[in-house]
């Protein structure tokens, strides 16, 4: 059965300071996908990232980036110099072969001025 | 391009009633997907569309049923409403096997 930990429910830092939200998965499909979504306090899930588990190679977009270590089984997000509108919960998610995703509790974040 | 639309987007009914909700998916997806998210579960699979056939389904009871049009709009029913039913219900599109897209969700209140 698939599973996702995020283990920080909240996390409160200052503008301007880097922030890293922690995402561990559980799965015994050698083919899956990872996921980052943004849900601000609209209620909207905004897509952040899609990985694949044969592509290990961290990826930046922005103040955004994405750590994935297949042996350690984590795909972590790193704001750096965090600002207020980055202020939401964070989900990370896994699929497997379909479009069924299976969710962490979430990570709510919140930025300071 | 339009994005994910879902109607109404909020609904309060009481125990024992039903329910439908609407999701019309970014043109040109052909798979929709039903979560429901609420404070205690946080946010579960209800199940899957793809080409007018249910392909996944999470653990939910047969109260919860779906369809989808050839249009790809899709509908969600909940039947005999209960208390822990109120939650967001959000709808996703995605061409397959492709990230899914969101719309904006629609809150169920049932007193």
């Known amino acids: 059965a698939q599973k996702v930990t995020q283990a920080q429910t909240e996390i409160s830092v200052v503008e301007k300071e880097d922030v890293t939200l922690d995402c561990v998965y559980e799965t015994r499909d050698t083919t899956y996908y990872l996921f980052w979504y943004k849900q601000p306090p609209s209620g909207e899930l905004v897509f952040l990232i899609r990985?694949?588990?044969?592509?290990?190679q961290n990826e930046i977009s922005g103040r955004y980036s994405w750590n994935f270590q297949k042996s350690t089984s984590s795909f972590n997000f790193t704001i750096t110099a965090s600002q207020v509108v980055d202020s939401a919960v964070y989900f990370c998610a896994l699929s497997e072969r379909s479009n069924m995703l299976t969710f962490g509790g979430g990570t709510r974040l919140m930025v300071k001025p | 391009k339009a994005g994910v639309t879902q109607t109404p987007r909020y609904l309060i009914k009481t125990r024992g009633q039903q329910v439908t909700l609407s999701c019309s998916p970014i043109s040109g997806h052909r798979s929709v997907s039903w979560y429901q998210q609420t404070p205690g579960q946080g946010l579960q699979f209800l199940f899957e569309y793809f080409s007018e056939t249910q392909r996944n389904k999470g653990n939910f009871p047969g109260r919860f049923s779906g369809r989808q049009f050839s249009n790809s709009r899709s509908e969600m029913n909940v039947s005999t409403l209960e208390l822990g039913d109120s939650a967001l219900y959000l709808c996703a599109s995605s061409t397959r096997g492709d990230e899914q897209f969101f719309g904006p969700g629609t809150r169920l209140t049932v007193l």
């Open positions: 990985r694949n588990s044969f592509d290990e």
